[in-house]
């Protein structure tokens, strides 16, 4: 039996809400860990809770609670996030054919939305194509911000009662949320080297105190992802010269 539109959009965004509530809850830790710093850092209730409202973007809000709390200029409190947020420019540009053409209110509403869990639940080709897929990714980017919110709630009422949190090693559900983003999305050997590099990389430039380890380390992971893809095409443009000689009919 055929569903009528109403149906599918329905269907479509039970989906949508399914697939990113895994997400949705491994940001637990995160979203406690920032609203519960914020309240520690002597920010106001309104304050903490406007970070995650406005800003929605759970590793610059860590950075810039710490820079805002020690006093740090205006100056390096953008120029840092700045920094921390340039991959989603990378994002954009990845979607941007798929979103173009859409109206305003779509473009700037997915934008705001367009985290890096969302962006793991784009790759599909037909990903942002057709009305039923838009109502998929406002769902799912929708959904993961109102528990993001949730959670920052939750971490600033902990934050009120209970001792400093930041000793719990909260943190590590960063890393955790992004390893569980990054494997899935390694399908060939470009990618492949690109998560190696950047993983050897950045625990090299931890460890030689670079301050821009993270950025560094993904730029050269980037180049030589991209190095291997060339690679890869030159070598098969290659097998496809060569044309196998067949002997001549007798």
Same mark, same amino acid.
């Given at each position: 039996?055929?569903m009528?539109?109403q149906q599918?959009?329905?269907a479509?965004a039970k989906?949508?809400?399914l697939?990113?509530l895994?997400?949705?809850?491994?940001v637990l830790?995160?979203g406690i860990l920032?609203?519960?710093?914020?309240i520690?850092?002597d920010?106001?209730?309104?304050e903490?809770?406007l970070?995650?409202l406005i800003?929605?973007?759970g590793s610059?809000?860590?950075v810039?609670i710490?820079l805002?709390?020690?006093?740090?200029s205006l100056a390096?409190?953008l120029?840092?996030t700045f920094?921390?947020?340039?991959?989603h420019f990378?994002?954009?540009?990845a979607?941007?054919?798929?979103?173009?053409? *859409? /109206?305003?209110?779509w473009r700037? =509403? %997915?934008g705001f939305?367009?985290?890096d869990?969302?962006f $793991? &639940?784009?790759g599909?080709?037909k990903?942002?194509?057709?009305?039923?897929?838009?109502v998929?990714?406002?769902i799912a980017g929708?959904?993961?911000?109102?528990?993001?919110?949730?959670w920052?709630v939750t971490g600033?009422i902990?934050?009120?009662y *209970? /001792?400093d949190?930041?000793h719990l =090693? %909260?943190?590590?559900?960063i890393?955790?949320t992004f390893? $569980? &983003?990054?494997?899935p999305?390694?399908?060939?050997?470009?990618?492949l080297?690109?998560?190696?590099v950047?993983?050897?990389?950045?625990?090299?430039?931890?460890?030689?105190?670079?301050?821009l380890?993270?950025v560094a380390a993904?730029l050269?992971?980037m180049?030589c992802g991209y190095?291997t893809?060339?690679?890869?095409?030159?070598?098969?443009?290659?097998?496809?010269?060569i044309?196998?000689?067949l002997?001549e009919k007798?």
């Amino acid at each position: 039996m055929a569903m009528t539109k109403q149906q599918a959009r329905w269907a479509m965004a039970k989906k949508g809400f399914l697939d990113m509530l895994p997400l949705n809850l491994a940001v637990l830790p995160w979203g406690i860990l920032c609203g519960s710093l914020a309240i520690q850092r002597d920010f106001s209730v309104l304050e903490a809770l406007l970070m995650p409202l406005i800003v929605f973007a759970g590793s610059a809000q860590l950075v810039a609670i710490e820079l805002i709390a020690n006093n740090a200029s205006l100056a390096t409190i953008l120029f840092t996030t700045f920094i921390i947020s340039s991959r989603h420019f990378l994002y954009g540009l990845a979607l941007r054919d798929k979103l173009k053409l *859409l /109206p305003t209110n779509w473009r700037y =509403g %997915l934008g705001f939305l367009l985290t890096d869990e969302l962006f $793991a &639940l784009s790759g599909h080709s037909k990903a942002f194509v057709g009305q039923l897929r838009l109502v998929y990714a406002l769902i799912a980017g929708g959904s993961f911000y109102l528990f993001w919110l949730l959670w920052n709630v939750t971490g600033v009422i902990a934050g009120s009662y *209970l /001792p400093d949190l930041t000793h719990l =090693g %909260l943190d590590f559900a960063i890393a955790v949320t992004f390893i $569980a &983003l990054v494997i899935p999305t390694i399908i060939n050997l470009p990618i492949l080297v690109t998560v190696i590099v950047a993983g050897v990389l950045s625990v090299l430039f931890k460890l030689m105190a670079f301050e821009l380890d993270l950025v560094a380390a993904a730029l050269v992971a980037m180049y030589c992802g991209y190095l291997t893809d060339r690679l890869q095409q030159k070598n098969r443009s290659k097998s496809d010269n060569i044309m196998p000689v067949l002997p001549e009919k007798p």
